[in-house]
């Protein structure tokens, strides 16, 4: 079980910093990714972090958003800074044992996802 948290209303030029928690440790042995759906539009990664802690991002939300985790309390975090408008959209996490099931997001299930709006 994922949950995510700590969206909310921002400005732009703001920053926020997104919570995955798992209900159990498996950020040691997975991969994870941060998604995003805004509306109207399909979800999309923004970014993925290997159980080994390499990382990667979407070209639209490079050097602004950094993915993190804390192994030992089983939870991903996505730092999101200079935030603009269009990065808008409720966000989710994920995860795999698998890097490659992480990139291509065709996961069964999803959590509720956190609200991120970003506006003045």
């Known amino acids: 079980l994922l949950v995510e948290s700590g969206g909310g209303l921002v400005q732009p030029g703001g920053s926020l910093r997104l919570s995955c928690a798992a209900s159990?440790?498996?950020?040691?042995?997975?991969?994870m990714g941060w998604y995003r759906q805004a509306p109207g539009k399909q979800r999309e990664l923004v970014a993925a972090?290997?159980?080994?802690?390499?990382?990667n991002y979407a070209d639209s939300v490079k050097g602004r958003f950094f993915i993190s985790k804390n192994n030992a309390q089983n939870t991903v975090y996505l730092q999101m800074n200079s935030l603009k408008p269009e990065d808008t959209a409720v966000y989710y996490c994920?995860?795999?044992?698998?890097?490659?099931?992480?990139?291509?997001?065709?996961?069964?299930?999803w959590g509720q996802g956190t609200q991120v709006t970003v506006s003045s």
């Open positions: 994920n995860t795999d044992y698998e890097i490659e099931a992480i990139v291509a997001g065709e996961f069964g299930s």
């Open positions: 159990g440790s498996i950020f040691s042995i997975n991969a």
């Open positions: 972090i290997t159980s080994g802690g390499s990382t």
